[in-house]
């Protein structure tokens, strides 16, 4: 039985992610900066395992607190301590000793890992490939190659954040790769070269049927495995590229079939979000002939007004632009057109390789069982550094072994029989109540104002405990994802629960 952590990212919410931690330079037993880091990725369990035999922070004065820069320094000794005590107790499996689980491919061309870097500036250049390769990123999706003449804005980034500072959905509108064509084509020799067994996915966007031919033609004579065409871009200059292709499937069929001209390595189709389905697109990619699919891409926003000058972020000059929304506010959309190709039998066969929002091993893990063969990351890795690679896959890692699964090709598409277009299909006869864990209660009330404002006025406060009231409570669980404390969750069994009209 998969064991839920018991310590959540909100006990270190103000915790920096530091580089070169000072928490980890003046512990003599082990790096609580990078224990802190896997709490704040999902895979406490992980880190628990990782830990020193016993508990050196019971006889320990915390020098690493002492040096903590954050303002609201963080409880590194009790967070250890609930590691070593607490999580480590749960753990059903020791740590696994390989990753051989983790193997996977794209279009039968191996991969050590699911997970690749995505199209974008973090993977521009030979150096910053290399370091993530290093890191142990299994490949990346190189930022597009093109023909244009790119000249970026200034500044080009913005984001809506959470209380901590923490980017929740991020706005760009940056465009292509703005090296030339051959300079690329050099960074792409030089990759293979010294790392052969890492998976070079050449994106590329042209502006003709020539330029799709001669782009996949050039990017497989040097050392690309499989080729990503760019139907998706948000942030084009100019009509008829990026997404205005995405968007119309005759050409994306056409485009499609003038890559494969030019190449017979493996091809993925990127398609836009910025549609109301994508198997038609999809489709047609196919028929065109490409091996697979990628999704999704960022989705067309605007990221807030200033209310002083009226001009939308980021600004350049005083305009702006609708730009491209990432980060992991897009997963559920993303996780939607995923499941959606998916569940299409004529893209049975087909890799698709998912994207959006990922930050998390549970994040991917939620990609792969909607269907999706590998993970593809950016935004993450702008905010939190390539470093991310370590508890994606360790977190993955051990959840397949705790499944025992043998390999992460076992789970592809195991959730999809749990997912419908329609809800006609969920059973509205029975009802699961909410359970008040009265010692993680603290009294605030929250659950009490919003099922009052929001809900069905099913919970009564009394000396500042809430007190559920079954003949008026409908089950909707909004009290569970309102309390700051996790006190709510739901009932062990559903009870017929069928209201007088």
């Not at 020539?210 to 499989?226: F, K, Q």
């Not at 990609?367 to 939190?384: E, K, N, P, R």
Request: aromatic share 6%; net charge neutral; glycine share 8%.
């Amino acid at each position: 039985m998969l064991v839920q952590n018991t310590i959540k990212r909100s006990g270190m919410i103000s915790c920096m992610l530091c580089m070169d931690a000072p928490c980890n330079q003046v512990c003599d037993f082990f790096n609580p900066g990078d224990a802190l880091r896997s709490i704040w990725f999902d895979n406490a369990d992980v880190a628990s395992l990782r830990l020193p035999e016993g508990n050196m922070c019971m006889s320990c004065n915390a020098p690493c607190e002492r040096v903590c820069i954050s303002d609201d320094r963080i409880h590194i000794k009790s967070l250890m301590t609930e590691l070593a005590w607490g999580v480590r107790s749960k753990a059903e499996i020791e740590l696994p000793e390989d990753e051989d689980r983790l193997k996977c491919d794209i279009c039968g061309i191996p991969l050590e890992n699911p997970f690749l870097l995505s199209s974008s500036v973090v993977a521009s250049t030979y150096d910053m490939c290399a370091r993530a390769f290093e890191a142990g990123w299994a490949g990346a999706c190189f930022k597009t190659v093109c023909s244009l003449d790119i000249h970026e804005a200034s500044p080009r980034f913005s984001a809506i954040t959470g209380d901590n500072g923490s980017i929740i959905g991020f706005k760009n509108i940056e465009q292509l790769s703005d090296h030339s064509v051959a300079e690329n084509m050099k960074i792409f020799r030089k990759l293979k070269k010294n790392y052969p067994t890492k998976f070079i996915l050449a994106s590329i966007m042209g502006q003709n049927e020539e330029e799709w031919e001669s782009l996949a033609r050039e990017c497989a004579e040097n050392g690309a495995d499989a080729i990503e065409l760019n139907f998706s871009c948000p942030n084009m200059q100019e009509d008829g590229l990026g997404s205005d292709i995405g968007q119309v499937p005759e050409l994306v069929e056409r485009f499609t079939r003038a890559a494969r001209r030019g190449a017979s390595i493996p091809i993925l189709a990127k398609l836009t979000p910025n549609v109301g389905t994508m198997s038609e697109a999809a489709e047609a990619a196919i028929r065109g002939g490409a091996d697979g699919i990628a999704a999704i891409n960022t989705i067309k926003s605007i990221v807030g007004v200033n209310p002083l000058t009226f001009v939308s972020a980021p600004a350049v000059k005083g305009k702006s632009a609708i730009g491209g929304y990432s980060g992991n506010a897009v997963k559920p959309i993303a996780l939607r057109f995923i499941s959606e190709l998916g569940q299409n039998r004529k893209l049975k066969g087909k890799h698709i390789s998912g994207m959006g929002g990922i930050e998390t091993w549970r994040d991917a893990l939620e990609f792969i069982l909607m269907g999706a063969g590998s993970i593809q990351i950016t935004t993450a890795v702008m905010q939190y550094g390539y470093r991310i690679i370590d508890d994606l896959k360790s977190g993955l890692n051990y959840y397949l072994a705790q499944m025992g699964f043998s390999s992460v090709k076992d789970v592809i598409g195991a959730g999809l029989d749990s997912v419908s277009d329609t809800t006609d299909v969920l059973e509205r006869d029975t009802v699961l109540f909410p359970s008040f864990n009265m010692d993680k209660c603290i009294g605030c009330g929250r659950c009490v104002i919003s099922c009052n404002d929001g809900g069905h006025q099913a919970i009564e406060f009394e000396n500042r405990k809430p007190k559920l009231n079954g003949s008026k409570c409908v089950g909707c669980h909004l009290c569970l994802l309102v309390c700051p404390k996790g006190a709510i969750v739901p009932s062990k069994k559903r009870i017929y629960h069928k209201k007088d009209s």
